[in-house]
């Protein structure tokens, strides 16, 4: 292997040895003045010890030259032909890719396409003689489904891992995995935070071990990989002085329609002050403004045209800007130009560097991707940026000289920040992820050593929504049209949806409509259909960008149009052509039927259902309020006057017609009788469904089958109470149940889950009556409980359990059996209690078993009827004493006891002495052993 041609590192002779016989890059002029030109050595000398092929970490700030030193390097490193090495680079945007190729170019001299080359999203400059390409972690993926071996390929640089992008994950574990099988192929990852012993420690897991499996453990420097991890290449920083200074608004940052115009106003207020200062100092001093999204770079930049000092150049930098003005951002100044002030997203942080950036500017906000499981919801959500994320923006004020960073937050703001971003794995929508994935042969991430896991649930629900499009078989592996969705550069939902609506709207109308939705435009008042008319007239920046987007999807709509077969919204305009204004609904609702909404009747803001059963308002003002039918591309979740107490806003959506709307989301179509046992009758509705919209609901006759499985789902969840226990039935289950409690088999179980797990088997009568129309106050449960009597022992209930007791005065008295679920055992013999006769006392009620029974057997009779009566009764065969309520002539409670010969002996001489003057008119004898039982007064005897 060659080493580099690099001065600081080898010697001179073997630099222009290497150089000329290879025609290589030449390192010693292009890494002039940058950092990172002290590390090739050290670089270099890690991956030839790797031995043909090796890995290794990068780990350097923004700014010191790592992305245009370390490909050229990695290219002068020849194959064991003694040829040049092709390289290729990620880029997390397509903007940086452009511009890192641009600058290489020009630093070795030679043109754009020919040695350095990139291809991004609808256009490459690269070709056979290409050495270093650099593309977006997309168009990687796609080459490695199409190419799992990179056989053309001899290195790959995955750069900005730091960043945690879905798709650069998804690179380092399969490019991890490919290791295993080629040891030739060089791997190297970049990062700018201080993260790198995790990188290290996976793509070292196969280093030097072709085709064998080593895992990623936890702690970095710990996986079972034969050789450890990754070596980690430093570069110290470049930054010269920094002065950071606090200056938080006055107003809030956020409230819940998002970032507030006060705060924006802030921003643009201090950016056109902080700017002209430094100017005044040094008039080559350009500033970088970060806020959070396209919207805040334009409201900013406008502001800032109208308050910054006459002839500053006010210039936006984010994804949604024309390609040509993005490289005009990141150029630099032209020689003699004017001042610069350029607004830009996170997309300036790390992955680029603006030329004569002295100033910035930080808003400390970002856009990051959250999902919504609860409401099938996902999108961008404007939160703190991390700490690491606000140290890379304010080191880009002092990559060429002393800075100054302005952060429009206080310290504590900055304290409470995440120290790392939120990995995007962790809280994006998984849909395309899963698609890869199952192409890749590793359904659900399986196998594959990832960065972080995937979250099973959001896994799951991805794999779900790839199987209902056919995508992915039971086993999660792709299917034949799983493949040919993930050749399509857009969500597997958008793209089965290009593929389906070509046949009812054409394949340019839906081609326009994916390029659409897939963009990064905002939809005026949520209006797609205006969206699109603007992007057709070409007034809108990125208009240029869409079309070309359009032509490519419907060249890949022509070439895979048999992909998919037919489908109702294809049958439907057979009959009924789609409207040139529905067209856009339709692919959206193709796409997206679970977001077909329906507006909700009433008065105030509008309100939609969404088919997956959340409610969303629509923006303030929207041309689309009053639609009764519409196709929803994104709903997020908000609060204020747009939700219209929903939680969620729609923010991107088109109109449809009720036919369409069911034709397109056919799948989700049903058409029942749905039965409901209420206010004691059996009720049924014939309700045509769209998911969870409501199309009909008319009277219907219950089934049989319906009805019995109403009445079945009422008891089993309001209990039997629904249908109600009679008396007569009541004291029969009481009966049964402490049968059951003392003896057991065969005796049935007559709890409430018992009963309720065997209904067909003693109440089958019934519930086909009731089933039939028959209302509950018309059953009686008592007869249905005889069904559970078991036989012969049913003989001996009336002796077991007897309904009632004859006391010594002759009455025959009824017996409170516990309730049902009163398990406990029986109370001990020889309890005694005393109870004042005092009404409100708050004792138990004369008759009802409760308080006092222990979960035995109550029989409350009058004190003077017991007269005599030494043996205590006892049921179920002598196990279970009856407890008496020994009441007072006005039926009060005056004892309780289960011991009578103890009550007699004892407690009874106080309660004489008590009551005797309270009812003189009724025997009170002093012996009671002796004393006639009697239920009469004194004069009836």
Not at 410 to 430: F, M
Not at 463 to 483: M, N, P, S
Not at 533 to 538: F, I, M, N, S, Y
Not at 680 to 698: C, D, F, N, Q, W
Request: charged fraction near 20%.
């Amino acid at each position: 292997m060659t080493l580099p041609t690099n001065s600081a590192a080898v010697p001179a002779e073997t630099s222009a040895a290497s150089t000329s016989a290879a025609g290589t890059f030449d390192l010693a002029a292009i890494g002039t003045g940058l950092a990172f030109a002290e590390s090739l050595g050290e670089l270099s000398s890690v991956l030839h010890a790797g031995g043909a092929a090796g890995t290794a970490v990068v780990q350097a700030p923004p700014g010191t030259g790592k992305t245009t030193l370390v490909p050229p390097l990695l290219a002068n490193l020849a194959t064991p032909e003694g040829k040049p090495r092709r390289v290729v680079v990620t880029q997390p945007r397509r903007v940086a890719a452009r511009a890192a190729a641009r600058r290489l170019a020009a630093l070795d001299g030679s043109r754009i396409g020919d040695r350095v080359g990139y291809t991004v999203r609808g256009e490459r400059q690269a070709g056979p003689a290409t050495l270093v390409e650099f593309v977006t972690p997309g168009i990687l993926l796609r080459r490695l489904l199409d190419d799992p071996g990179l056989e053309s390929i001899d290195a790959v640089i995955l750069d900005e891992v730091h960043e945690r992008g879905l798709e650069t994950d998804l690179l380092l574990g399969m490019l991890t995995e490919v290791r295993q099988l080629r040891g030739d192929l060089t791997l190297v990852a970049m990062s700018a935070t201080l993260d790198a012993p995790r990188f290290a420690a996976l793509i070292g897991g196969a280093a030097g071990n072709a085709g064998t499996r080593h895992p990623l453990t936890e702690d970095a420097g710990t996986a079972d990989d034969g050789g450890g991890p990754a070596p980690v290449v430093d570069c110290p920083s470049a930054l010269y002085p920094l002065e950071v200074e606090w200056l938080p608004a006055a107003v809030a940052r956020l409230d819940d329609r998002g970032v507030t115009r006060g705060f924006l106003d802030h921003i643009a207020d201090t950016a056109a002050q902080a700017h002209s200062a430094a100017v005044a100092q040094d008039a080559g001093t350009d500033a970088l403004v970060f806020v959070p999204g396209a919207w805040e770079v334009s409201y900013v930049a406008a502001r800032l045209r109208g308050r910054a000092a006459p002839g500053t150049e006010v210039l936006e930098l984010h994804g949604q800007v024309s390609p040509a003005e993005q490289d005009q951002a990141v150029s630099g100044r032209r020689p003699g130009g004017p001042a610069r002030i350029i607004v830009s997203t996170d997309l300036a942080e790390s992955s680029l560097t603006v030329p004569g950036v002295r100033l910035v500017i930080d808003s400390g906000l970002t856009r990051e991707p959250r999902r919504d499981a609860n409401r099938g919801m996902s999108g961008l959500v404007t939160v703190s940026c991390s700490r690491a994320s606000a140290e890379q923006r304010a080191g880009r004020a002092a990559r060429q000289g002393p800075g100054r960073v302005v952060r429009c937050y206080d310290q504590r703001t900055y304290g409470a920040a995440p120290a790392h971003v939120t990995p995007e794995i962790a809280v994006a929508d998984l849909t395309g992820a899963a698609l890869v994935l199952a192409c890749w042969g590793s359904p659900g991430g399986a196998g594959l050593a990832l960065p972080d896991a995937p979250p099973a649930a959001a896994m799951g629900e991805a794999g779900e929504v790839l199987r209902e499009l056919g995508a992915v078989a039971r086993d999660g592996q792709a299917t034949q049209l799983g493949r040919t969705l993930a050749r399509v550069p857009a969500d597997p939902r958008l793209a089965r949806a290009l593929l389906g609506g070509s046949a009812a709207v054409g394949q340019r109308a839906a081609a326009e409509a994916v390029a659409l939705v897939a963009g990064d435009q905002r939809a005026p008042g949520a209006d797609l259909t205006r969206l699109l008319t603007v992007l057709r007239a070409g007034k809108d920046p990125a208009a240029r960008r869409w079309a070309e987007d359009a032509r490519r999807l419907e060249a890949i709509a022509r070439k895979e149009a048999t992909a998919v077969g037919p489908s109702a919204i294809a049958s439907l305009v057979r009959t009924a052509p789609v409207t040139a204004a529905e067209a856009v609904g339709v692919v959206v609702a193709l796409a997206f039927p679970d977001r077909v909404a329906r507006l909700v009747p009433g008065d105030g803001p509008a309100r939609y259902l969404l088919s997956s059963g959340t409610r969303a308002g629509l923006p303030a003002g929207s041309p689309l309020a009053g639609q009764e039918w519409l196709a929803v591309a994104e709903v997020s979740r908000a609060a204020g006057r747009d939700a219209a107490g929903t939680g969620a806003v729609i923010r991107s959506a088109a109109p449809l017609s009720a036919d369409t709307a069911e034709a397109a989301a056919g799948q989700l179509l049903t058409d029942t009788v749905e039965a409901q046992f209420s206010q004691g009758r059996v009720k049924a509705r014939r309700e045509r469904r769209l998911g969870a919209i409501s199309l009909s609901s008319t009277p219907e006759r219950p089934s049989a089958e319906d009805g019995r499985a109403a009445v079945a789902r009422a008891l089993a969840k309001e209990g039997l109470g629904t249908i109600g226990w009679s008396t007569a039935a009541d004291a029969l289950r009481r009966r049964l149940a402490i049968l059951r409690r003392e003896l057991g088999e065969p005796w049935p179980d007559v709890s409430e889950p018992a009963l309720l797990a065997r209904l067909d088997s003693w109440l089958g009568p019934e519930l086909a009556a009731m089933a039939g129309g028959a209302a509950t106050s018309s059953i009686d449960l008592t007869d249905p409980l005889r069904r559970l009597l078991p036989w012969p022992e049913a003989v001996r209930l009336a002796e077991l359990a007897p309904e009632s007791l004859k006391v010594p005065s002759g009455s025959m008295v009824r017996i409170d059996y516990p309730d049902v679920s009163d398990n406990a055992a029986s109370g001990s013999a020889g309890s005694v209690g005393a109870v004042p006769d005092m009404a409100g006392s708050g004792h138990a009620v004369p008759g009802q078993a409760g308080a006092y029974d222990g979960g035995r057997p109550v029989v409350a009779v009058k004190l003077q009827e017991c007269f005599g009566w030494a043996a205590t009764p006892r049921l179920v065969d002598g196990r279970v004493p009856v407890l008496f309520h020994l009441l007072s002539p006005a039926r009060r409670p005056l004892a309780v006891t289960d011991d009578l010969a103890s009550f007699w002996s004892g407690p009874y001489a106080q309660v004489r002495s008590e009551m005797r003057g309270r009812y003189p008119r009724h025997p009170w004898p002093e012996d009671p052993w002796t004393a006639q039982p009697t239920a009469r007064t004194k004069a009836r005897m």
